[in-house]
């Protein structure tokens, strides 16, 4: 159980499958348009339970609980060596 007041991410589709444009590629129309949101919980709820959750700027949302105490998570992507040699050649530490 998830006390009122913890702060949780939810997932809420915005739009099924059926609903998105047509202009978009064949993979893409073939899944869900949903967005996460964080913010404090309402309720008293469960884990993957639909809740409603007030957001840091006041908005009331409506989601699925995926996630209870979320940490921020960033990720700029895997190692790119040519980034590497740009940085060397930038500052003039050329190693060849």
Known sequence: MIS???YVRIRQ???KP???SSNLPEETKKVPYKMWIKGTLLEESEMFEISEIKTIDGRIVKGRIKEHNPTHKVNYGEFVAE?????NRIKGDFHE
């Open 4 to 6: 009122k007041g913890s």
């Open 18 to 20: 059926e609903e998105r």
């Open 13 to 15: 589709t915005l739009l």
């Open 83 to 87: 980034a590497l040699e740009l940085r």
